[in-house]
């Protein structure tokens, strides 16, 4: 489990560095996230460039790989699997940024403030993935093996949910189209960032070949 490579990683400098520079790439993804929303459904100004931010984020993910790479290359031998789960969550977290980036891009299209039952029942959600990229960054700072199951488990009652959200908009002929095209995209985008939390909470929770996936 991840949590014996943590402990291995604490006197390893450069994976020590990497896992560090890994959390500050969550928490800059939940920023981004907060930040989108705020200017989509509350039509909050953007204070903040999404694409100089996503940069940001890309550049941190090079870093990681970097720094993994340059351990590997002094230690062939040691944390090969660590350092696999480290490269593969950093994918899943700057991903989490291109959604961000969606988010934004659907606020330009749709300037308008949203409101109504399916703004309700998608703030609840929000809120939720919101708590998960809390408890998923506590998680992957301690190695935190239950509070990561509870990730995704969490993620496993969010996933059809949307779907709902999502099944309930194509059939209502009250909604106007370009409202629905909004709804759905934005259900849509809040799905796959809660997927990839799932998959970042997974490494602590399962082996390596199993990442993103229930545990067994």
């Not at 460039?49 to 990681?64: P, S």
């Not at 106007?176 to 995209?185: D, Q």
């Amino acid at each position: 489990m991840f949590s014996d490579f943590f402990k291995l990683w604490k006197t390893t400098s450069l994976l020590n560095e990497a896992t560090n520079d890994a959390v500050k790439m969550l928490e800059l993804t939940k920023d981004m996230y907060e930040f989108s929303l705020r200017v989509l459904i509350d039509n909050e100004k953007e204070v903040s460039d999404i694409y100089k931010l996503d940069q940001q984020l890309n550049e941190m993910q090079i870093t990681v790989r970097r720094k993994v790479l340059e351990h590997l290359s002094i230690n062939p031998q040691q944390d090969i699997t660590g350092a696999l789960i480290l490269v593969t969550i950093v994918v899943d977290i700057e991903r989490i940024g291109d959604y961000a980036k969606n988010l934004i891009e659907l606020a330009h299209n749709y300037p308008e403030k949203l409101c109504g039952g399916y703004c309700d029942r998608i703030r609840k959600l929000e809120l939720a993935i919101t708590r998960n990229f809390i408890d998923t960054i506590t998680a992957f700072k301690n190695a935190d093996e239950v509070l990561g199951q509870e990730v995704m488990e969490t993620h496993a009652k969010i996933a059809p949910e949307i779907e709902q959200i999502i099944e309930d908009i194509l059939v209502d002929k009250t909604l106007p189209g370009r409202e629905a095209v909004i709804y759905a995209l934005l259900a849509r985008f809040l799905k796959r960032v809660s997927a990839h939390l799932k998959n970042v909470a997974s490494s602590v929770v399962n082996p390596f070949h199993r990442l993103g996936y229930k545990p067994e």
